[in-house]
């Protein structure tokens, strides 16, 4: 899914009512994308969130398939793509970055940092 920017069925996805503390990392390299606290109920039926964890976090082009221009997210490590970005979010950013929890992986607040 990653590899040719597919996108799961809204509402299907294990992270998109996951409200637990934590981050979310990239399901194929590993790097840390989005914290928990900048998630959000979007009602879009996949994970959203107002702000990635850091400006290097994610990178970004302009999608025009499906006959629409979007703005992809994808990992700038390794590429994978993560979801797109809309400018309908909420304070602070208004932006909705909406992810598919098949790009995504999440570690819990209470395995972080540990050996």
Not at 9 to 33: D, M, S, W
Not at 64 to 84: I, L, N, Y
Request: hydrophobic share 30%; aromatic share 10%.
């Amino acid at each position: 899914m990653t590899r040719h920017a597919a996108t799961e069925r809204a509402f299907t996805g294990r992270h998109e009512t996951n409200h637990a503390p934590g981050v979310y990392q990239c399901i194929c390299c590993g790097k840390p994308l989005f914290d928990s606290a900048a998630k959000f109920d979007s009602g879009c039926g996949w994970p959203s969130f107002f702000a990635p964890l850091d400006e290097q976090a994610l990178a970004s082009q302009v999608d025009t398939s499906h006959w629409m221009k979007r703005t992809e997210v994808h990992c700038p490590d390794c590429g994978a793509h993560v979801g797109h970005l809309f400018e309908d979010g909420p304070a602070p950013t208004g932006l909705r970055y909406c992810a598919n929890s098949a790009s995504l992986h999440f570690v819990p607040e209470t395995l972080r940092d540990r050996p």
